[in-house]
């Protein structure tokens, strides 16, 4: 997710492109307002979009959810209102838990009714979260290099750590989470003194590792993995990047700037919100 990015200001990024593979869109939803993240809730068929509606570091009381149907119709523009800037989300449990500044938002997943917020202590800008196959819920603080992690209601610190280099997207895969960075060194219009990459955070360990020849590539935003595959967009130039262990990242999509945190089916179609246009696309990958 992008921070308080207000302008379409577009970074130039220092890295040779590889062709752009195959990717064919299916539909777009429109009349979003600044959708940040599409989450597939696959127990009920459908596609959660959180909607910042304002700016995006701001407690304004106007962000809201949609449900979107996987045909890509809006099926409840406002399915649970009350909320802030909502960014990345993540499903455990029967309830949905919504990134929002600097709380956790719990959201009844069969009625949408916002239940409980969880404060995280010392939050600066919370972004992007997922669940582990244990239920345990994860949630990046962009701009604190680190990442909490959620077990019930109770926050508990996971890693804070530098190397993080301002954690955005987060995905967990395995016995690991995979996490896509912004970059070091943020200037005032969002572009970085050294971009971001990708990396894994080990579950067990708390080890972070630098994903090999994904470094330094992009301000990256948010991630996800199909089997052996990584997914990853960067918000400033609206890049869809594929990786896979021993090539480099290449690109797959050029959408508009504004591309934020994707969402997947888990088998072959991304879910790809474009913040700037007020719309999600959905990609069928080959």
Do not use: C
Request: hydrophobic share 45%; glycine share 10%.
């Amino acid at each position: 997710m992008n921070i308080f990015v207000t302008s379409a200001f577009i970074a130039t990024i220092g890295i040779a492109a590889a062709p752009p593979a195959q990717a064919g869109e299916l539909w777009r939803a429109t009349g979003l307002e600044q959708p940040e993240s599409a989450l597939f809730d696959a127990a009920n068929n459908r596609i959660i979009v959180s909607n910042i509606s304002g700016n995006p570091g701001d407690a304004d009381g106007i962000g809201y959810l949609s449900v979107l149907s996987t045909e890509g119709k809006i099926v409840t523009q406002h399915w649970t209102d009350g909320m802030d800037a909502p960014k990345g989300m993540a499903i455990a449990g029967g309830k949905l838990y919504v990134a929002d500044i600097t709380k956790v938002r719990v959201v009844d997943l069969a009625s949408g009714k916002l239940i409980a917020s969880i404060v995280i202590p010392n939050a600066v800008f919370l972004n992007d979260m997922t669940s582990d196959q244990s239920g345990k819920v994860y949630v990046t603080d962009m701009l604190a290099d680190t990442i909490w992690r959620i077990d019930g209601d109770r926050p508990e610190l996971f890693v804070r750590d530098a190397m993080l280099a301002a954690p955005n997207g987060v995905f967990a895969d395995g016995n690991r989470l995979i996490v896509a960075s912004w970059g070091k060194g943020i200037k005032p219009d969002f572009s970085t003194v050294e971009p971001g990459g990708l990396l894994a955070v080990d579950l067990a360990s708390k080890t972070v590792t630098p994903l090999a020849g994904a470094q330094k590539f992009a301000d990256l935003d948010g991630v996800i993995a199909l089997g052996d595959t990584i997914y990853a967009t960067a918000y400033m130039t609206g890049t869809l990047y594929r990786y896979r262990t021993g090539s480099a990242p290449e690109a797959v999509v050029h959408f508009k700037p504004g591309s934020a945190d994707i969402g997947t089916d888990g088998k072959s179609i991304l879910y790809v919100p474009l913040m700037n246009e007020g719309e999600v696309a959905a990609l069928k990958i080959d």
